[in-house]
């Protein structure tokens, strides 16, 4: 896991052009946020192995029990999207 985290990190802030692109700032604020609030609890879960729909019904609730605000949502959700892009199976099945 922190070898996907760590070639996120170093793949958005090299800037590979994607939608959800982050900057080197947001994407270490987003990792430490999915530390302290996700793994804290559970495994890394892959992004890319749950179909949009999914995918955003888990965001949703799991944002609810960690109690994440609207901004730390958006951030770690924007920062979860570039697993599912560079897997490119946002439409993936389980």
């Not at 922190?2 to 987003?30: D, P």
């Not at 901004?71 to 959700?77: A, E, F, P």
Request: glycine share 8%; charged share 25%; proline share 2%.
């Amino acid at each position: 896991m922190a070898a996907a985290l760590v070639g996120l990190v170093f793949g958005v802030s090299t800037g590979l052009g994607r939608a959800n692109e982050l900057s080197t700032k947001e994407a270490g604020v987003a990792q430490k946020l999915y530390t302290a609030k996700c793994a804290k609890c559970h495994k890394f879960y892959n992004p890319a192995d749950y179909n949009d729909a999914e995918w955003h019904t888990w965001m949703i609730k799991m944002s609810k029990k960690a109690r994440l605000k609207p901004s730390q949502q958006d951030l770690l959700s924007r920062y979860l999207d570039n697993f599912r892009a560079a897997e490119g199976t946002n439409g993936a099945t389980r």
